[in-house]
């Protein structure tokens, strides 16, 4: 990925395309404008525009614009998703900042979590409505939603499933990622079966992304990983409820395996992927 280049223009439009309100709504204006300028890895828009670039080639100034914009309202949604967690678990720090609710209040984070997620689809269904679709799908309930709602209801468990770790951590983090191949794939025109293959590699990457980030939590550098870090004082339902740090190590090497597994069964040269797979495998922040 031409990841510094492609970012910047990134961020340049998101703070375009942020939902604006009024004259009386100047607080959740700010707490919008700090959402995006807080920063972050933008890795599911970075994603989606490699995986169109993957299957299309290069682009019309037109598509250009429309996937650009689409990577944008994946962002949207992705930062509604923090704000809302960073609520519900209490958090203080993100990003190695202030998290809203603790700048601008509870009663402000909700609402701009939901100008987010109602801007961010917005665009999406504005630019490639099919490809939407598989986004929604990927957010909602079944999705995104219920694997939130699977961890908070396991949440301070004497006993938790590991089905449970599973079930949340599929639905909580890698059924967007699933869904933002897919739809990238999509976008550009892949065939079913392609689309598929692109949605199991993201499926898997999600996977490994989320239990990488277990183990992070627990023996991450602050410095680096600049977020709170609760899960074990909140009993949050993690890999290492289940498992020791040397194995949870060993299942992010393997997931990640499995996941380029995928690429390798795609007519495309995913070798871009291949390195993103890589650097999330051994990524400290």
């Known amino acids: 990925m031409k990841k510094s280049s492609e970012k910047a223009a990134l961020n340049k439009r998101l703070l375009k395309l942020l939902p604006a ?49 689409f990577a944008c309202g994946i962002e949207f949604i992705h930062a509604y998703s923090l704000v809302h967690d960073d609520i519900m678990d209490g958090d203080d720090m993100r990003r190695g900042k202030a998290t809203v609710c603790k700048k601008f209040g509870v009663p402000t984070a909700i609402l701009a979590g939901d100008a987010l997620l109602t801007k961010g689809l917005e665009i999406l269904y504005g630019s490639f409505p099919e490809a939407a679709a598989i986004i929604n799908a990927g957010v909602g309930s079944p999705g995104m939603i ?23 951590h599929l639905n909580k983090t890698a059924a967007f990622f699933s869904s933002v191949c897919a739809a990238g794939a999509a976008s550009a025109g892949a065939d079913g079966k392609n689309i598929r293959r692109f949605a199991s590699f993201g499926r898997r990457l999600g996977m490994a992304f989320q239990v990488r980030d277990d183990v992070l939590d627990r023996v991450g550098d602050i410095k680096k990983y600049r977020k709170s870090r609760n899960d074990e004082k909140n009993k ?27 690429l390798q069964k795609l007519p495309y040269d995913t070798s871009a992927l291949l390195e993103l797979s890589g650097a999330l495998r051994e990524r400290e922040f």
């Open 146 to 168: 219920a694997g939130q709602a699977a961890d908070m209801e396991q949440e301070g468990k004497k006993s938790p499933s590991e089905k449970a770790l599973w079930y949340t």
């Open 236 to 262: 949050k339902l993690t890999v290492l409820r289940f498992h020791n740090l040397a194995q949870a190590m060993r299942m992010v090497n393997e997931i990640s395996l499995e996941a380029e597994g995928f």
């Open 21 to 69: 309100g009024g004259p009386l709504t100047k607080n959740l204006d700010r707490a919008l404008v700090y959402c995006i300028k807080t920063g972050g890895k933008r890795i599911r828009p970075l994603l989606f525009m490699e995986v169109v670039r993957i299957v299309k080639g290069d682009l019309a100034a037109e598509m250009k614009k429309k996937v650009l914009d």
